[in-house]
Nanobody
Framework: QVQLVESGGGLVQAGGSLRLSCAAS????????MAWFRQAPGKEREFVAS????????TYSDSVKGRFTITRDNTNNTAYLQMNSLKPEDTAVYYC???????????WGQGTHVTVSS
């Protein structure tokens, strides 16, 4: 019903910045929330940030608060994650997710790799 495609990942040195994009397509008219998660090698998936489609209310994990900013463009169903002051521990595969009704996330993208070197 909803397809998500992430882009913008790559290699960056510690202290640098990257901007990830998540383009949603399909039946997105009832989308409630978009979010970013990440999974580092050998670790569990963790929540990074979310934003409500109506109102633009944001939530961040403590590990990224003050460094990352999530935004959305409702005209083209795209969410962004601006990542500043990157640290090696930010290295992970970053996934975009969409919640249709709120609560659990119903659709997931394939992920984009972010590698931060020291």
């Amino acid at each position: 019903q909803v397809q998500l495609v992430e882009s913008g990942g790559g290699l960056v040195q510690a202290g640098g910045s990257l901007r990830l994009s998540c383009a949603a397509s399909g039946r997105t008219f009832s989308t409630s929330r978009m979010a970013w998660f990440r999974q580092a090698p050998g670790k569990e998936r963790e929540f990074v940030a979310s934003i409500t489609i109506i109102g633009g209310t944001t939530t961040y994990s403590d590990s990224v608060k003050g460094r990352f900013t999530i935004t959305r463009d409702n005209t083209n169903n795209t969410a962004y994650l601006q990542m500043n002051s990157l640290k090696p521990e930010d290295t992970a595969v970053y996934y975009c997710a969409v919640s249709i009704w709120g609560g659990k996330y119903d659709y997931w993208g394939q992920g984009t790799h972010v590698t931060v070197s020291s």
